[in-house]
Nanobody, 123 residues
């Protein structure tokens, strides 16, 4: 049973930074990838970033790649999302997700989801 446990969300002022973590367990992930999505109130869930476990290839939403950085510690089965220069429009529930297998990082499609962590950016 795959489990994803997110942490690191919270309240931050505009211009600040947060780092989200996602600890994965229950499977071997080396052929897959981890990613982050977010969902703001009244909006659809949107892709943020993804990273492959084996080669750390990354893929970002174009609008976020200058401020957000995804990384992973494969020894710890943990992924991270560093978010800098946060804006009020970044306020959302952020979800960690994993795919057990990918062909390329651009084809990332989650198989499992975390429970989400709230990020609130005040103006």
């Amino acid at each position: 049973q795959v489990q994803l446990v997110e942490s690191g969300g919270g309240l931050v002022q505009a211009g600040g930074s947060l780092r989200l973590s996602c600890a994965a367990s229950g499977h071997t992930f080396m052929r897959g990838a981890m990613g982050w999505f977010r969902q703001a109130p009244g909006k659809e869930r949107e892709f943020v970033a993804a990273i492959s476990w084996s080669r750390a290839n990354t893929y970002y939403a174009d609008s976020l790649k200058d401020r957000f950085t995804i990384s992973r510690d494969d020894a710890m089965n943990t992924g991270y999302l560093q978010m800098n220069s946060l804006k009020p429009e970044d306020t959302a529930v952020y979800y960690c997700a994993v795919a057990l297998f990918i062909y390329t990082i651009e084809t990332f499609r989650p198989d499992y989801w975390g429970q989400g962590t709230q990020v609130t950016v005040s103006s």
